[in-house]
């Protein structure tokens, strides 16, 4: 069956692993368009492929340009074009929200179709709160912006949402140890493939165990939103002195206040004790 497209921009969402995953719908408008803006044409490629679909496909990615921009508009002015991530929903965690705002200023009709998404998978599998959540992509690859951002974060009450790659994990989940101590955290990786598996624990039994089984693939890792329970067995002294390493007595005792909940003056007193 033949689908006529109006011209315009379609945002198609594309499997995370399973082929299978595509919905009907994403096949009849990437059968319809008139081209294919993507990441890479290599993976797209081998999509439609798989759909028995060939179409003409324009790489879009990270280090697109302003005139790859305009080159695209023009396009879709005259024509649908569709456009897809190497997988998943495009615009999560991409710079894709360039094309659509200028679309949209222009008056080029967007349309978006729902489908596959690492990041609501990854969810619904951990047994984490789901109510709230809160998605910030990928933590900085620098120790000290990584930290940063999760002490930004440690006090928004919902389930926190990264995108993470296997060989960075054990430096986020050290630093969600340090830094948002006492949360439980999940790992959700090779999701709808046949390896799949989500384990959830403390970012130390994650740690260890990833230690004896390196993980591979692309990873949702999920920690959980902050309470008001008590703290427990969290060695204090030890978040104080790994802050002391780097920082002054009273930037210490913040960060642990913020991380805590604890009282800042009472960990500045200990903080000068252990300096």
Do not use: W
């Not at 993980?215 to 060695?235: H, N, Q, R, W, Y």
């Amino acid at each position: 069956m033949e689908h006529s497209l109006s011209p315009g921009l379609y945002i198609v969402a594309t499997p995370i692993g399973n082929l299978s995953d595509i919905t009907l719908r994403a096949i009849e408008v990437l059968q319809g368009v008139g081209a294919v803006a993507c990441e890479d044409t290599r993976v797209t490629g081998k999509l439609l492929h798989h759909l028995g679909i060939k179409k003409r496909m324009i790489r879009y990615d990270d280090h697109a340009g302003e005139g790859d921009r305009e080159r695209l508009l023009s396009l879709m002015e005259a024509e649908p074009v569709a456009l897809v991530s190497d997988a998943g929903t495009p615009l999560i965690s991409d710079p894709g929200y360039r094309l659509v705002r200028t679309a949209r200023e222009r008056g080029i009709a967007v349309t978006s179709l729902p489908g596959p998404n690492a990041a609501i998978v990854g969810m619904t599998l951990s047994g984490l709160a789901n109510d709230r959540f809160l998605f910030a992509g990928f933590l900085p690859n620098k120790v000290k912006a990584r930290e940063s951002v999760l002490q930004e974060l440690s006090c928004v009450p919902a389930t926190l949402i990264f995108y993470e790659t296997a060989p960075r994990l054990e430096a986020s989940l050290q630093a969600i140890a340090a830094t948002l101590p006492g949360r439980e955290v999940a790992v959700a990786r090779e999701l709808t493939k046949k390896f799949e598996e989500c384990r959830t624990g403390s970012p130390e039994e994650i740690i260890a165990h990833y230690a004896a089984h390196p993980p591979k693939g692309e990873i949702v890792l999920m920690v959980a939103p902050p309470t008001d329970e008590p703290l427990g067995d969290v060695d204090v002294d030890a978040l104080l002195l790994a802050e002391l390493a780097e920082s002054k007595a009273s930037q210490a005792a913040a960060r642990v206040a913020k991380a805590t909940g604890m009282d800042r003056k009472a960990l500045y007193a200990r903080a000068l004790e252990l300096k």
